[in-house]
Every structure is written in C-alpha cells, then in structure tokens.
C-alpha cells in the first residue's frame, strides 16, 4: 500500500517540533521511528498532510539516573534500552522486554516515546509503565506537565497526549533493595506483540512480599494493573501456593479481547498462565 501524500519537515529541536505542530494544527504527526505510524499511513490509517520528524533530537536521547529515578528519553530505541546496563542494573525488566519487541530492525528504529504515543492494546511498553509506577513527561505549548502511566492510557489506541504535545522523557522509580522484576510474554509468532504481556514487581523483606506491582497488556484493551493478584499477596510468603491463589483474579472485572489470535476464555487463561510465569520469575 501507499500511502496518501504529505510533507516532510525535520525539526531541528524540541521548540521547532513545538511550532510545527501549533502550525499544521490537526493535519500533522511527529515521525520517530515510524514503525507505527507508517504502516498506519499505508493502510490510509492515519494521513497527516505534515510529518515532523524528530527521530534525531538529541533533547530526546539518552539513559541516566537521576534522583532515585531512571530517566528515559522519548526518543530512545527498544534495541538501546535492551543493551543498556544500567536499565540492565535498575529494573532488569525493561532490558528484558525491550528485547522481546519485535525483530533487531524494530529495536533498532522504534522508539519508546513513539510506543507510548501510539498506545497499542498488543504493545509491551504500556504494562511496564503502569508495573513501574512510571511518570510520562509531556512537553506543550502550554509548557511542561507530566502524566503517571496509570492516567495516560485512555482506551484502544487513546491516550491522555495531546494532539500539540511532545512526550519528552520517562523516569521510573528505582525500587528498593530486594526487589525483583520480570516480563513474560506470549508473543504472536511474526509481529512478536504481546498476545498476553505480564510485568511483575515484587519487594521481599525475609520472604515475604512487602509491595507486589503485576500489570499486564494485551487482555484488554488498554493496559490494566492486576490489583486483585497485589492484595492477594502482599503480606504472604512468596511461594509456589501464595502464586498459584493470587493468579485466579488475573483477568477478574477486566472486559477480555477477543480476536483471531485469542478468544476471551483463552486469553484469560493465558493471563492466569503469563502472571504465574512473570511472579516465578521475578525471584
Ligand atoms: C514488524 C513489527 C513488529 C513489532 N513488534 C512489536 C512488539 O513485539 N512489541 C511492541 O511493543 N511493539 C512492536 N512493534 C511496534 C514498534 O515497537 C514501534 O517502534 C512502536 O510502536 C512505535 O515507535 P516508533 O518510534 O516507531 O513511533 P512512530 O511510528 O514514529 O510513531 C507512532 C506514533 O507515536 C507518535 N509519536 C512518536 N514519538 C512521539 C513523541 N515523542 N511524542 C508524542 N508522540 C510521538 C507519532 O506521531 C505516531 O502517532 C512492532 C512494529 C513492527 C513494524
């Protein structure tokens, strides 16, 4: 497919992004990986008469901490979050997620920032911010605000963005000491999206689960914090029979997906299957 034509326009800094898309108000879209955006654009999706390309802003770049917090840039690739050792140090999950997106060509291009924006029910991002507490820095005409991932995923493909603002940054909260982390996921065999996506954080003081944080994405169609599974095991011990009862209200009170890849009984078993998974792993 081709898509509809449009203008190209490379921003040479944040501000210039800023005034570009003020100016082509409703008709533009920021380019940063396009890995989303342009297959969007072929299936006439989505067709901006403007694209703003901000793949190459340094503003956007980089991995550092900062005040307790790993701070992301937007514009940092899965492929670079994957290799990072701090990331790798911090919060082994994200390391660990970020290398099971797609193939080493999307983790090359894609970006975090452009993963978030674009908010796809299947995408592995959404359910680490929302396991991680994580704050998504928002850039405006109106200036700076910022967004906790629990208020930024609105629905299918909808988030709190709006359509004159940049995401600029994530900074996760580094967990305490004895905390550990993983993300499991049953992947469609050749786009590797989640089907089923599961984050699980779990703080251990002497065995016992002192704060426990499961999110998942692809159950439903937005990305959803498996509250009943943290309540049923915080305070317990952390073994194979606290897991095995705090799984059963994985996909409880959620509305389930059905589609050709998972009816709704399947994906909810594959949430019971993927929280057991990711809450083994994380010791
Ligand atoms: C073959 C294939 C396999 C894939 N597999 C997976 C997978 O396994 N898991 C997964 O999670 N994803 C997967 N993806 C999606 C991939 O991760 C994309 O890179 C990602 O969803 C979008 O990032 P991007 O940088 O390419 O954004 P783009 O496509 O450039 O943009 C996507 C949207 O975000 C907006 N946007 C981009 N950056 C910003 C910003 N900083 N602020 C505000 N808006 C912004 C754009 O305007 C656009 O609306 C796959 C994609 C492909 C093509």
């Not at 937007?74 to 492929?79: I, M, N, Q, R, S």
């Not at 140090?89 to 999307?106: H, P, R, W, Y």
């Not at 580094?174 to 779990?202: D, E, L």
């Amino acid at each position: 497919m081709i898509p509809n034509g449009f203008q190209y326009h490379r921003a040479s800094n944040l501000q210039e992004a800023l005034s570009m898309l003020a100016k082509h108000e409703g008709d533009a879209k920021l380019l940063a990986g396009g890995h989303s955006l342009i297959p969007a654009m072929k299936l006439r999706l989505n067709q901006p008469a403007h694209l703003i390309d901000i793949s190459r802003l340094e503003e956007l770049k980089g991995i550092k901490e900062d005040s307790g917090m790993l701070h992301i840039g937007a514009g940092v690739t899965h492929g670079e979050i994957a290799h990072s050792k701090l990331v790798k140090d911090k919060i082994a999950m994200l390391a660990e997620a970020a290398d099971l997106i797609g193939d080493v060509q999307v983790r090359n291009v894609g970006t975090i920032g452009g993963s978030l924006a674009h908010a796809d029910p299947a995408a592995d991002w959404p359910a680490l911010m929302l396991a991680t507490e994580a704050h998504i820095d928002l850039l405006g005409p109106k200036g700076e605000r910022s967004v906790a991932a629990e208020d930024f995923f609105t629905g299918f493909y909808m988030t709190d963005l709006g359509e004159d603002e940049i995401i600029t940054r994530i900074r996760i909260p580094i967990p305490p000491a004895g905390t550990s982390t993983s993300y499991q996921k049953f992947m469609q065999p050749a786009s590797r999206f989640a089907i089923v996506g599961c984050a699980a954080m779990i703080t251990r003081t002497n065995g016992t689960c002192e704060q426990v944080r499961v999110a998942f994405t692809g159950v439903s169609d937005k990305p959803y914090r498996a509250k009943n599974i943290e309540s049923a095991l915080t305070g317990k011990s952390y073994s194979a029979e606290s897991i095995e009862a705090a799984i059963t209200g994985a996909a409880e009170g959620v509305d389930v997906m059905s589609d050709h890849f998972a009816s709704e009984e399947y994906r909810s078993h594959l949430a019971r299957v993927y929280a057991k998974r990711a809450l083994n792993a994380a010791n």
